[in-house]
């Protein structure tokens, strides 16, 4: 199961790609789509999020920044 990391409430766009970038923040990037290349990255919110090693950070339902435990041996 995942748990929230921090609440940041990012509404989303469509035709978008979500992630936490290096610096701990939500950043987003236009996907390609039918032989167009995508978009640069683009920061959205900061949310200083310091990662650990040993989990995947995402952007949940909600819009928030969760992690899971990354099955990894």
Known sequence: MAQKVAKVGVKRAEGYLYFIDKGGDVSRAKMARGG????????VTKAGVKK????????????????AKMARR
């Open 36 to 43: 167009k290349k995508g978009g640069k990255p683009e920061k």
């Open 52 to 67: 650990e090693k040993g989990y995947l950070y995402f952007l949940d339902k909600q819009g928030d920044v969760a992690r």
